[in-house]
């Protein structure tokens, strides 16, 4: 872990990151596009915002009208999605708060989703996955050594909300992704396309597992979805000047909420892959992209970036230790299992069956018919 890799001189990305390219300042690629992307997104001027916001919230309601709910939000707990339920419920919609538990939710996350939903008197709906076919799903990907375990989850849960859009009539899922906080493209090397349907059942096969009962989506599926049914996946935070800490402060104050030390905490697997499983076997650090994107967005100095860096995801051992217990016993691995498998080098996914010639030519075929997108 102490060899050194060309860091960029604005953000926090280093040469680690796929297709990782430097100019002549030393300033890297990844940041200068979302700088371009966040100068095209954000309005500067809040009334701007304002009225685009207000125009979007009553497109929504139009499309919900006589409906038992105008929009979908899927929450996790975190501090994003938490809020774009807020932001929902104070503009007046009708959402259906969607959660998935893949049986490794935190204690906290739990606590906040409920107190949420209770505090801003809105429906949740909460799809349990089948533990015994989860973990066997796991470990199929962990034996297969690709790098992106958290698809079955990420997948699922898309799989999930779409279900629901068709089943309610719902036109709108509003996520709380965002440009400001996220809008740095995840370099290739990081994860893989959670629309590849066919990648996680070629997995599964490779270990001798069926998917039985955990919702599936292909790139049919979302193609199928948002053709027919009109369903639209929209990062609702793009609609207001994101600023984490002041959302995080307002969720605190007015609702109760319990923030966690780094961004996707909620679920202790993702803690545990994000923070231990992706830098140990994969070299990839989370944080860099997530604290770039923050860098870009004048929402934290580099120098800041560059001090949370130094220290492990993990700023107590003991809670390494932790988690590291949760997990073996969980899995029902062995300390060695965990040494063998952090030890074999990765295999990408593209050695498995994949959608991804056919999602290429998805994106071909909307440039062509829907040019400017
Ligand atoms: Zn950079």
Same mark, same amino acid.
């Given at each position: 872990m /102490? =060899? +050194?890799?060309? =860091? *960029? %001189? /604005? *953000?926090?990305?280093?040469?680690? !990151?796929?297709? %990782?390219?430097?100019?002549?300042t030393g300033q890297c690629n990844h *940041?200068?596009?979302? @700088?371009?992307? $966040?100068? %095209?997104?954000? #309005?500067?001027?809040?009334?701007?915002? +304002? @009225?685009?916001?207000?125009?979007?919230?009553? %497109?929504?309601?139009? !499309?919900?009208? &006589?409906?038992?709910?105008? *929009?979908?939000?899927?929450?996790?707990?975190?501090?994003? /999605?938490s809020y774009a339920l807020y932001l929902a419920k104070q503009h007046g919609l009708r959402? $259906?708060?969607v959660h998935m538990d893949n049986g490794w939710n935190s204690e906290l996350a739990v606590n906040n989703i409920e107190n949420l939903v209770r505090k801003l008197g809105v429906d949740l709906y909460t799809h349990v996955v089948e533990w015994r076919e989860y973990r066997a799903l796991q470990q199929a990907f962990f034996d297969a050594d690709v790098i992106d375990v958290e698809l079955l989850y990420d997948n699922a849960m898309l799989a999930v909300n779409y279900g629901l859009a068709k089943r309610y009539g719902i036109k709108y899922m509003l996520s709380g992704s965002n440009t400001s906080t996220e809008g740095m493209r995840v370099p290739s090397n990081f994860n893989w396309n959670k629309f590849d349907r066919k990648n996680i059942l070629a997995i599964a096969r490779g270990d001798g597992v069926r998917v039985r009962s955990l919702p599936t989506i292909g790139v049919l599926g979302l193609v199928y979805h948002r053709l027919v049914h009109g369903t639209q996946w929209i990062p609702f935070l793009d609609y207001i000047d994101y600023n984490k800490q002041?959302?995080?402060?307002? @969720?605190?104050?007015? @609702? &109760?909420y319990r923030p966690y030390p780094y961004k996707h905490y909620e679920s202790i697997f993702t803690r545990f892959y994000q923070?231990?499983?992706? #830098?140990?076997k994969f070299g990839v650090d989370k944080r860099r992209l997530h604290l770039s994107a923050l860098i870009c967005s004048g929402q934290m100095s580099r120098a800041k970036a560059g001090e949370l860096l130094a220290h492990s995801p993990y700023p107590?051992?003991?809670e390494l230790q932790a988690d590291i217990e949760y997990f073996l016993k969980k899995m029902n691995w062995s300390e060695q299992d965990l040494a063998d498998y952090l030890a074999r080098p990765e295999r990408p996914h593209a050695d498995f069956a994949s959608e991804a010639p056919l999602f290429a030519q998805m994106l071909r075929a909307q440039k062509r018919f829907l040019p400017g997108r």
């Open positions: /102490s =060899e +050194h890799f060309r =860091e *960029c %001189t /604005s *953000c926090v990305m280093d040469a680690r !990151a796929a297709d %990782t390219v430097f100019d002549s *940041c200068s596009t979302m @700088l371009a992307t $966040l100068s %095209t997104y954000q #309005p500067v001027d809040a009334g701007v915002l +304002h @009225l685009r916001l207000a125009a979007f919230v009553n %497109t929504i309601r139009t !499309a919900g009208r &006589g409906k038992r709910y105008d *929009c979908i939000v899927g929450v996790s707990g975190g501090a994003d /999605s959402p $259906l708060a002041r959302c995080i402060d307002v @969720l605190v104050r007015e @609702l &109760g923070g231990y499983l992706l #830098p140990q107590d051992p003991d």
